[in-house]
């Protein structure tokens, strides 16, 4: 599996999967609206995973340092063209996206 969201190898419209995991459920029941993804590889699993969280309706980034392509340079820029392209950001750990998640965590 590719996404966290959906077994690629499999249909399902508009995730391109037959098999959509617990997760798009779980989250929306818990009232979650941002998805913040890091992992290996950033264009493979990170990618799919972004993309199909957009898809789900989630607001969603990618942060940078968390993630490393399989691709090197080239397959990182490729992937951030294609995640930037569906709607997903791309983030640093020092930007405000990132750093409103420790403010939170710092509240609780």
Do not use: N
Not at 8 to 20: I, K, L, Q, R, S
Not at 50 to 66: C, L, N, Q, S, Y
Request: a negative charge; charged letters at 25%; glycine letters at 12%.
């Amino acid at each position: 599996m590719y996404s966290a969201f959906c077994d690629p190898f499999h249909w399902v419209d508009g995730c391109d999967a037959v098999t959509v995991t617990e997760l798009p459920a779980l989250l929306k029941e818990k009232g979650i609206t941002d998805v913040y993804v890091a992992g290996l590889a950033m264009d493979y699993c990170v990618l799919a995973t972004a993309k199909d969280a957009v898809k789900f309706g989630f607001k969603t980034w990618v942060i940078r340092e968390g993630t490393r392509a399989v691709g090197g340079e080239e397959g990182a820029r490729s992937a951030t063209a294609e995640m930037q392209k569906a709607g997903v950001g791309v983030v640093g750990m020092e930007d405000e996206e990132v750093e409103w998640v420790g403010r939170f965590g710092s509240e609780a």
